[in-house]
Every structure is written in C-alpha cells, then in structure tokens.
C-alpha cells in the first residue's frame, strides 16, 4: 500500500472503532442498529482496501441490509423495558 | 460517559494498530496457499480462485454451510409459523412502491449476474443469493406481506421447494465424482466441461455449483425473513 492510501486505511480503521464503541454504549436500540449498519459500511471499505472484494460483497449485503432488517423486526416485536 | 467512551475508543485503537502490524501481507506464502496460487486455474478452470476454492478444493465445506443455511431455515419456519398477524399489511406508500418498481428489475439482474459470473470475477453464489434474497426483503416490505403470498413466485411454499431443490442439486453434482471414479464434488476429473479460463462457459461444475447455491441462499434467507416478518 502506499501512503496516501494507508492514511485512507487508518482513518477507516479509527471510524470502525468510534461506532462499534457508540453501537454498544448508546441508549436506544435503534440508533445501536445504524451504528452497526454504518461499522459495516467501514467494514467494507477496508475489506477493499485490503483487496477481499468477495467477502467486501457479502460483508455488504449482509451486514448492511439483512441483519439490519432482520434486527428492525426484532425490536419491533418486543416490548421496551430496561 | 463521555471520559469512559474517549478512553474506550483509544485503549481499543491502541490493540487494533497493534495487532495489525502482525498480519503478514502476501510476501510469504504458506505452502498450500502458493499452491493454489500456483496451480489454481489449471486444475479448475476458474479464475476465480476464491470460488475455486470454495467449490472445488474445499468442496464439501461449502456444502456444510449450505446445510446450515437450509437448518436454521427449517427451525424458523418451524418456530414461528404459529398465528400469523401481519403488521406490513398494506405496504408503503404510492411513491415508495412506483420506485421499487423502477428500482428491482436492476436489482434482480445484479444478482443474477454477480451468480453467473461467480468464477471469474469478484462474487459467487451465496453473495448473489443474498443480494436476491435482500429484494425479496424489499419487496416484502414496500409491497406489504400479503403481496408476497399472493405471488406465486416469491410465495413461501414455492421458496420451501426451491430451497430443497438447490441442496439436491448440489448435492447430486457431488455425486456425478463418485459415479464418474473420482472422489465427492471432483471438478474436472469427473468430465465437466473446462472451456477456456475466463471465458463465460468454463470452471467444470463451479458455475452449477454457484446456480445451486444461490438459489438456496436466496430461497432459505427469505423464508427466514418471511417467517420472523410474518409470524407473531
């Protein structure tokens, strides 16, 4: 990798860890959920940057569309108590 | 909270560029690695050499994870197929549903494509199976749940079949190795067709292994989806 690009890989890396950290300390569920969704989109970058188009793909339709329907649906069932 | 977050996020930094500077980026190869490298068109056809090895060296490992994938299609369908209420009735609205109807031809052939051309370039049959699983999500939730039973096509007993039928198929190439005198899911030893690499028609059996289990993924993600969706 050269420089320009490895700075690009770096700042992605600190975005993963800032929104896996608000998706596990933030207080409404739903906002847990996009915060997942938007780790996932960062996943996905990097999965590029590290030349692994295949699971970039799978990264990207799974992570971002299906768990988060299927975790929208979740909520949407239960009932919200602490 | 805002300490113990900015703390969190440093400390968590800190591991991760530590632990990054120990991946080894492609200069050493370990010996089974730089022998698919070396030998992988050759010996499958596909260039791919992704799928190469997900269909073809490690075979029967992807026909595992497609038995997990029909498992746990089968335990939720079985959990929560008890007194449906539909809470996406009618669906969104008028605007919503005219773009969807713009929007998924483009979708479908997506994910057509990202299934067929899965041996030689970047893709495959499970991410194709998802991709068409994730519009029928959509259509799921733009159209409303009873659109989607009254459909023949995208309806819950035709998806059952059709996710039955991936798995025997796939299921019935491997054993074309056995009767052909090879081992399970030979490629090319068990007289598949090898076509040149990177063309359309080439790879052996990997093209119909990737048809196959992409009409699993598709057909097992949505009856997953279905069921969460519709059961109560």
Known sequence: MNLLISYIYYAFLLLLVITAVYSVISRNLLCSIIFISLFNLFMVIVFLLLQAPDVAMAEAVVGMGFTTALFTIAISKTKEEE | ?232
């Open chain 2, 1 to 232: 909270m805002k300490y113990f977050s900015a703390l969190l996020i440093a400390v968590l930094m800190l591991v991760l560029f530590i632990s990054l500077q120990e991946i080894p980026l492609s200069q050493n190869l370990m010996p089974v690695s730089s022998h698919y490298v070396d030998s992988g068109v050759k010996d499958t056809g596909a260039t791919n050499l992704v799928n190469a090895v997900l269909f073809d060296y490690r075979g029967f490992d992807t026909l595992g994870e497609v038995t997990v994938i029909f498992a746990a299609a089968a335990a939720f369908k079985m959990l929560f197929s008890h007194r449906r209420i539909f809470f996406f009735r009618y669906g969104m609205s008028p605007i919503v549903k005219t773009g969807m109807a713009v929007y998924s031809p483009f979708i479908f052939i997506f994910g057509i494509y990202v299934i067929m051309a899965g041996h030689i370039s970047p893709g495959g049959g499970f991410q194709g199976g998802v991709i068409l699983a994730s519009l029928s999500i959509l259509l799921t939730l733009v159209y409303g749940l009873w659109y989607k039973v009254r459909q023949t096509v995208l309806s819950p007993a035709i998806s059952s079949n059709i996710e039955s039928m991936g798995g025997m198929v796939f299921i019935f190439i491997g054993l074309a190795g056995i009767f052909s005198g090879n081992y399970f899911l030979s490629n090319l030893g068990a007289g598949f067709f090898a076509g040149i690499p990177g063309s359309m028609f080439s790879g052996g059996s990997i093209p119909l292994l990737n048809i196959a289990s992409g009409l699993k993924v598709t057909a097992g993600l949505s009856i997953i989806f279905y069921s969460i969706a519709g059961g109560e």
